[in-house]
């Protein structure tokens, strides 16, 4: 019976070991398409009284040399003061297609409202609200 020396099979391992970080880190990770082509979007919830429903103009930004369609806008309202969360707010997103042309803007009008069982601290409170959207180049 031959028995390998020791010492080959750890160089060996060494060996393999050696190869797969390698190949590991020069493997290219695809980057996302969002990270390439950003578009901007802002809008403010602010005067709102319970139960009632109204219209946030959301304003899409499009920084890019050629025009984009956006397909969907979501949004959600962050707190605006203790004992006022963004939970009381309800913000219906944008859903179908606009377009917007190259260095352009538009504005979105999104529903908003604020819940009736809302404290009365929300009442008139300005919440944060973060958007996120999705676009195709047009």
């Known amino acids: ?7 080959r099979w750890a160089t060996i391992g060494l060996m393999v070991t050696f190869v797969l970080a390698l190949l ?5 990770h ?5 990270a390439a082509h950003e578009f901007r979007i802002h809008g403010r919830a602010s005067g709102l009284v319970p139960g009632v429903r109204t219209t946030m103009n959301v304003r899409i930004r499009n920084p890019l ?8 806008i979501r949004a959600r309202a962050g707190t605006a ?3 006022c969360l963004g939970r009381n707010v309800a913000i219906r997103g944008f859903r ?10 538009i504005r979105i009008p999104i529903r908003i409202r604020l819940r009736r069982t809302a404290p009365d601290a929300c009442q008139a409170a300005r919440f944060p609200v973060v958007f996120t959207g999705e676009a195709v180049a047009a």
Not at 1 to 7: I, K, Q, S, V
Not at 24 to 28: A, E, L, P, V
Not at 96 to 105: H, L, N, S, W
């Open 24 to 28: 590991m880190f020069s493997w290219k």
């Open 30 to 34: 695809p980057t996302p398409a969002a």
């Open 65 to 72: 040399p050629s025009a984009i369609e956006v397909s969907r």
């Open 81 to 83: 003061t203790q004992g």
């Open 96 to 105: 179908g297609t606009r377009r917007v042309p190259a260095g352009g803007r």
């Open 1 to 7: 019976m031959f028995r390998a020396p020791t010492w």
